[in-house]
């Protein structure tokens, strides 16, 4: 009894994660005049309510055609997005797997209170740095371009907060034996940390990857020229007016996260939980 | 054998804590240094760059917003997600599907998302045709007070699976044994959950409210996508007070505001920190 009960809730809550979606594949389906019907009082601010189909009654991939054929500046925004987040990505990973490794099996001294700074670092909200940002990218002439964003973001503290944690899980007496079998510390690393902690590494990627995908702060306040907008900065802009382009482009900027998501789950999952474990 | 390895390590953390010197800490203590200073002329201002941001009107609107938003979602998150979490951790089938869903929100892009929030929230949207159906009385719900709980709901949406899964982390660490003993003893379902589930769950508390804070931070996204520059007064947040003065280029303002808001998590994370150690 009990158990069928807390289903209700659950289902009630399952429903409102995922109706966003089958809003927007619904509504990405629909053709022109199907939409104009449905959201009228909201796009032209007529009487009535806007109404929704679970369903398109006449569905079409012209909205689709439409984005992918007919506007060339949405293929510059979709690359913008993947040559972002990329290189953030690579960047993150070059110096946050060697920190976390550094953090978790080192024994150099301050070791403590550099981790702690790291994580006061994570803490801060963007705007606490906004002004070093920009007078940084200033002094170095790289405001209004990517490669300062990519700048901006490879030094997060995040993914070595969460790396070091299943770099910590790596035994001990593991590392200590290589070491007495005279590995040198990058073999250890090489040989042992990576093998070790390669979940917590495929973690950190995935987190960082919804993270940064629809990353928005950095690029609306440094990025002024609009041929150099990600696609998160783009969606809004297009506005209800042009509904079935709007459904359709948030689909495509969509469709990435999604598969990153359902491919790299349990990596996720596990992203998320060794935050939680007490060292 | 110890003493050989003493400062080992260090060279891995090398290159990425110069990164976080010179590109994080040495631009902030140079904005620490602004932050006394007037930044038209370069003179010493002493504190009058602090005095002129507590006494701006908007800054104060902007600090109690942030604040209030804190203080309404943490505590809501924690709760719901704990509620969810504890639904989710007796079932033995279906398990991983729910879990699917309810972390799925995390990966939708808030510029995706922003479109159905404005055709749920507008004046003759999704919303307000469901409550003209029940006859209630409807509103142009992005402006007027109930933005801020939209803004709230949006918030708890994103990050009720994320919690969710820190919570179960936290429960499938509790011993199974532990219940049975109570079971044992003949204590009810409350009482397990009261004195078995929640002491146990305690050290979880601080990690888990540390993260929803670091993440109440991004809500930002899903206001300035959902409502531009100039929202409803409820949700003006501190990001948005700062770009109003990064537009203006209010360069003292935003140092003093900076230093202050940094001060302010350095010592609610020196708190959390002690409290959780």
């Known amino acids: 009894m009990w158990k069928k009960l807390k289903m209700i809730p659950l289902a009630a809550l399952v429903f409102v994660c995922v109706y966003p979606f089958c809003f927007l594949a619904a509504g990405s389906l629909m053709g022109k005049g199907e939409i104009q019907e449905c959201l009228l009082s909201v796009m032209a601010d007529a009487d009535g309510y806007a109404h929704f189909p679970w369903l398109p009654r006449y569905p079409t991939c012209q909205s689709y055609v439409e984005i992918l054929l007919d506007s060339p500046e949405f293929f ?50 963007f705007q606490v740095f906004m002004l070093s940002d920009y007078l940084l990218l200033d002094w170095l002439h790289m405001l209004d371009t990517h490669r300062g964003i990519v700048l901006l973001c490879i030094f997060s503290p995040f993914p070595v907060f969460i790396m070091y944690r299943f770099f910590h899980q790596v035994p001990q007496a593991l590392v200590e034996a290589a070491r007495l079998d005279g590995a040198s510390q990058w073999q250890v690393f090489w040989h042992i940390g990576l093998p070790g902690g390669s979940t917590g590494i495929l973690s950190a990627l995935v987190l960082s990857f919804l993270e940064y995908w629809s990353l928005l702060e950095q690029p609306m306040t440094f990025l002024k020229s609009k041929q150099l907008w990600p696609l998160s900065l783009y969606l809004p802009n297009i506005g209800l007016e042009d509904a079935q382009a709007a459904f359709a482009a948030s689909v495509i900027a969509l469709i990435p996260a999604v598969l990153v998501f359902l491919a790299g789950q349990d990596y996720l999952e596990k992203g998320i939980m060794a935050a939680a474990v007490k060292e | 054998m110890k003493k050989k390895y003493r400062g080992c390590g260090f060279g891995f953390v090398l290159p990425s804590l110069l990164g976080v010197l010179l590109f994080i800490a040495v631009p902030f203590f140079d904005v620490v240094r602004r932050s006394f200073m007037k930044a038209a002329s370069g003179t010493w201002a002493g504190l009058s760059n602090y005095r002129m941001v507590f006494s701006n009107t908007a800054f104060q609107t902007a600090a109690g917003n942030t604040l209030r938003f804190e203080a309404v979602c943490i505590p809501l998150l924690l709760a719901l997600s704990l509620a969810a979490a504890l639904a989710l951790y007796g079932l033995e089938r279906h398990v991983r599907l729910l879990k699917s869903c309810i972390l799925f929100p995390m990966a939708v892009p808030a510029a995706s998302v922003v479109l159905l929030w404005k055709v749920l929230f507008h004046e003759n949207g999704l919303l307000g045709g469901l409550m003209h159906l029940f006859h209630l009385p409807g509103a142009d719900w992005m402006n007027t007070p109930w933005a801020f709980w939209i803004l709230v709901f949006s918030y708890l949406w994103k990050n009720l699976g994320y919690d969710m899964v820190l919570w179960l982390a936290g429960l499938s660490g509790i011993p199974i044994s532990l219940y049975e003993a109570a079971q044992a003893d003949g204590a009810g379902r409350w009482q397990c959950f009261r004195y078995i589930t929640l002491p146990n769950l305690l050290p979880s508390l601080f990690t888990i409210s540390v993260l929803s804070v670091l993440n109440s931070f991004k809500v930002f996204r899903e206001a300035y996508l959902a409502a531009g520059d100039c929202p409803h007064e409820s949700m003006y947040l501190l990001q948005h007070l700062f770009n109003n003065w990064y537009r203006d280029l209010s360069m003292d303002k935003m140092a003093a505001g900076a230093v202050v808001q940094a001060g302010v998590i350095f010592m609610m994370v020196l708190l959390l920190k002690r409290a959780w150690d």
């Open chain 1, 76 to 125: 510059v925004m979709f690359w913008n997005s993947v040559k972002l987040t990329a290189g953030i990505l690579a960047g993150q990973f070059l110096f946050g797997i060697l920190a976390a490794w550094g953090f978790a099996k080192g024994t150099f001294p301050f070791r403590k209170i550099l981790f702690t700074f790291y994580i006061l670092l994570m803490m801060m909200p």
